[in-house]
Structures are given as C-alpha cells and as structure tokens.
C-alpha cells in the first residue's frame, strides 16, 4: 500500500482534481448549447485527468533536481529514490495511454488535439522556460488552461469565441494564483535558483502584476456574461469573488508581512475559481 501511495502522489492528485472542477465547468456550460451527452463526460474526465497524471509524473522526473534543493518537495518519491526514473516513466506512458485512447475513443479530434497541446506544452515548454525565463508563469499558464478548453470542445468539438473567453480566464487565473505561491515559498525558490518573476523582480513589483492581473482577470469573467454565454447567478458569483480578491490583493501594499499575505491570497484564488466555475454549470 506504501508503493501504490508514492505513485499516487507522483502524479500530483491535487492538480488532477483542481482540473476537474474547470473541466466540469465547461462541459455543462457548453451542455445548455450542445445537450449533455454522458459518455462525452465520462470519457472528457477520464482522458484528460490521465493526460494530466502522466505529465505530472514527467514533471516530477525532469524536475528531481530541483525538487531535492527545495523544503516543501525534497521528499519527493523521485528525490528519495523510493520510485526510480526508470519506473516513473513507465508509469507516465501507461497513464498517457491511457489518457490519450480515452480522448480518441470518447471525445472528438478537437478535443485529443488540445489534450496534445497541453500535455506538449506542460512537459517541453514549460520545463525549459521555468529554467531559463521569468515569463515561466506565464508560458505554464497555457498548458494550465486546457482542461477547461477540453471540456468544452468535448461537446462543441470546434473552438469558438466562448471557448477563447474560457481559455483566457484560466489563463489570467492562473498567473496571479501561481504568483502568489511563489511569494509565501519564496525561500525554496530562491534556493533551487529558478528564474521566476518574484525572485527576480523583486515583491513589491510582484504585487502589482498580481493586482493587474486579478483586474484583467475580473474583465475577462464579466465577458462571459457580456456575450450572453451565463446568466445573473454566474454575474453575481463570479464579481463577488473577483471583488474580494482584487481588495485583498490591495490590502497587500499595506501588511508587513507578505508572506502571510500571499498565502491567504492563495486561498482566496482557489475559492474565486470554484464560485467562477459554479456559476458556469449552474
């Protein structure tokens, strides 16, 4: 049971689920335009999650060395050696196998495509640039953003104006959530010498992309309704959540403690998701 739960947490559950929510999301906004189709459901979740499990597993691998300089990841089952390259990578080709038939079989050729695009881009382009650019955030975000693209096209199977809408709203949420985390564990990252905005920029300049950000991101969520894709319930979830975290992002220029701030800043963006998301399905 030990060696099951080291593979477990290999392929980031975390991650895997937070993507359901957005997933989830599209489809049943795209559901009211296209009807819901249930096998398209459970073959959407079931692909993509495998699809982001196993680029999570070769995430870890490629990521080993910097895992081991940094306190919140240097007991990684890679790092410590309890799963071997060897097998980590045997493990992600089955998930991807997995993941990728599902998408074939159940879905469409849009959405195996964006599948595709985010398994290549989460695995190559985000891995070199998180080494070599302060814009890592910002090209990780692209990746980020294909599960609520997927679940969409799973029902849509083209790419349309609401599907940008969506795509882009993931992507603005992503870049101020990630900021965020950088600041509270700005000491691992610093230690592992990535080149990431915070570290680099400084936390002052970081505050204000964040703060920019939650704004682009508030505009990009009132779109949805703008175009007449949600109703009021998604308008009113969605600004009273975005109106909080723009405040509390605010509130940052004035706390001493940034790192306390940054953390709940966090917290915040994960409940700003989940109403945003909400309001979609409803």
């Not at 799963?83 to 992600?92: D, E, F, L, P, S």
């Not at 080149?195 to 920019?212: C, E, R």
């Given at each position: 049971?030990k060696?099951?739960?080291?593979?477990?947490?290999?392929?980031?559950?975390?991650?895997?689920?937070?993507?359901?929510?957005?997933?989830?999301?599209?489809?049943?906004?795209?559901?009211?335009?296209?009807?819901?189709?249930?096998t398209?459901?459970?073959?959407?979740?079931?692909?993509?999650?495998?699809?982001?499990?196993?680029a999570?597993?070769?995430?870890?691998?490629?990521?080993?060395?910097?895992?081991?300089?940094?306190?919140?990841?240097?007991?990684?089952?890679?790092?410590s050696?309890?799963?071997?390259?060897?097998?980590?990578?045997?493990?992600?080709?089955?998930?991807?196998?997995?993941?990728?038939?599902?998408?074939?079989?159940?879905?469409?050729?849009?959405?195996?495509?964006?599948?595709?695009?985010?398994?290549?881009?989460?695995?190559?382009?985000?891995?070199?640039?998180?080494?070599?650019?302060?814009?890592?955030?910002?090209?990780?975000?692209f990746?980020g953003a294909?599960?609520i693209v997927?679940?969409?096209?799973?029902?849509?199977?083209?790419?349309?104006?609401?599907?940008?809408?969506?795509?882009?709203?993931?992507?603005?949420?992503?870049?101020?959530?990630?900021?965020?985390?950088?600041?509270?564990?700005?000491?691992?990252?610093?230690?592992?010498?990535?080149?990431?905005?915070?570290?680099?920029?400084?936390?002052?300049?970081?505050?204000w992309?964040?703060?920019?950000?939650?704004l682009?991101?508030?505009?990009s969520?009132?779109?949805?309704?703008?175009?007449k894709?949600?109703?009021?319930?998604?308008?009113?979830?969605a600004?009273?959540?975005?109106?909080?975290?723009?405040?509390?992002?605010?509130?940052?220029?004035f706390?001493?403690?940034?790192?306390?701030?940054?953390?709940?800043?966090?917290f915040?963006?994960?409940f700003?998701l989940?109403?945003?998301?909400?309001?979609m399905?409803?």
């Amino acid at each position: 049971m030990k060696n099951i739960s080291h593979y477990y947490h290999l392929a980031k559950p975390g991650m895997v689920y937070g993507n359901l929510i957005s997933i989830l999301a599209s489809f049943f906004l795209a559901s009211k335009e296209y009807g819901f189709h249930i096998t398209s459901l459970i073959f959407v979740v079931l692909g993509m999650s495998f699809v982001i499990a196993s680029a999570c597993v070769i995430n870890n691998y490629i990521d080993r060395d910097i895992d081991a300089k940094m306190e919140r990841t240097k007991d990684r089952s890679l790092v410590s050696g309890t799963v071997t390259g060897k097998m980590a990578i045997r493990y992600a080709m089955l998930l991807g196998l997995i993941g990728f038939l599902s998408l074939a079989i159940g879905t469409n050729v849009v959405t195996f495509l964006v599948g595709f695009a985010g398994y290549f881009s989460y695995i190559v382009l985000y891995s070199v640039a998180k080494r070599t650019t302060i814009y890592s955030t910002i090209v990780g975000s692209f990746p980020g953003a294909m599960p609520i693209v997927a679940g969409y096209t799973a029902l849509a199977g083209k790419i349309d104006l609401e599907v940008l809408v969506l795509f882009f709203i993931l992507v603005l949420w992503q870049i101020p959530h990630f900021y965020s985390i950088a600041i509270y564990r700005l000491k691992d990252y610093k230690s592992s010498k990535l080149k990431i905005w915070p570290v680099k920029m400084g936390i002052l300049n970081t505050k204000w992309h964040i703060l920019s950000l939650v704004l682009a991101f508030s505009l990009s969520v009132v779109a949805l309704f703008i175009f007449k894709y949600t109703g009021y319930i998604y308008l009113v979830l969605a600004l009273l959540s975005c109106i909080v975290w723009f405040f509390f992002g605010v509130f940052g220029f004035f706390v001493k403690d940034s790192k306390w701030w940054a953390r709940r800043m966090f917290f915040i963006s994960l409940f700003v998701l989940l109403f945003v998301c909400v309001g979609m399905a409803i």
